[in-house]
């Protein structure tokens, strides 16, 4: 099956800098790549997702890049805000019509200092 | 709406008790999940139905049962709970047919002592 690896574990940024956040995946079939913000006692929300057929992706402050030869994809967080304060995870698949099996990483923690 | 909701918010069980979650989602979503979250492991699949009448094992199935008791509800029991099954449980949905974006319940933070 798919394996996600997610680094790093943490991050601590001060504000209005950037972060990234790498992931790498096992299984060359994936072919969607969402990821998700948690924010303290809350529950997980999508905030970017990337197709195989799409190298980059980006919403106002927050852009994903994928290179599929190396298996590898990132967030990258500009002019980060303390709203920007959560845990990021990153997942990947193989995009069905229904039964989203996703497998995610095992999450960042990241922490915007004022 | 309310999206997908989870009961209970919280549970403390001893160990060799059973419980079930449950989960109700009213987005008309054909597809259902459990997952569980635990430090540093990420969001990792219990069990999952992809439509109404089926159900399949995901990455941590052993010690769970699930039934997807309509297209609305999707509910998670623990038989025999063991201490290595505290952990916070989320329910989520996806329309399927398609549509990939999870939408997850609240929680649930299960503790067995």
């Known amino acids: 099956g798919e394996n996600v690896e997610q680094h790093p574990s943490t991050l601590s940024v001060q504000e209005g800098d950037s972060a990234v956040i790498k992931c790498t995946y096992s299984?060359?079939?994936?072919?969607?790549f969402p990821w998700y913000k948690q924010e303290l006692g809350k529950r997980p929300q999508l905030i970017i997702d990337?197709?195989?057929?799409?190298g980059e992706k980006k919403d106002q402050r927050i852009a994903v890049t994928l290179n599929k030869t190396a298996k590898h994809f990132s967030l990258h967080i500009t002019e980060t805000q303390p709203e920007d304060s959560a845990v990021y995870f990153c997942?990947?698949?193989?995009?069905?019509?229904?039964?989203?099996?996703?497998?995610f990483g095992g999450g960042t923690r990241v922490l915007v200092k004022p | 709406n309310a999206g997908v909701t989870q009961t209970p918010k919280f549970q403390v069980l001893k160990t060799g008790q059973s419980m079930t979650l449950q989960c109700a989602q009213d987005?008309?979503?054909?597809?259902m999940y459990w997952y569980r979250q635990d430090p540093g492991m990420g969001l990792r699949l219990i069990y999952y139905?992809?439509?109404?009448?089926?159900?399949d094992k995901g990455e941590v199935p052993n010690g769970y049962n699930v039934s997807r008791l309509n297209k609305r509800e999707f509910s998670l029991r623990l038989e025999s709970a063991a201490p290595s099954q505290t952990s916070v449980y989320f329910c989520?949905?996806?329309?399927?047919?398609?549509?990939?974006?999870?939408?997850f319940g609240a929680g649930s933070r299960l503790t067995v002592l």
């Open positions: 987005m008309n979503h054909n597809s």
């Open positions: 989520a949905s996806t329309e399927g047919a398609g549509a990939n974006v999870l939408t």
């Open positions: 990337i197709r195989s057929n799409v």
């Open positions: 139905s992809a439509s109404e009448g089926t159900t």
């Open positions: 299984d060359s079939a994936s072919n969607y």
């Open positions: 997942a990947a698949n193989l995009f069905k019509a229904a039964g989203n099996k996703l497998t």
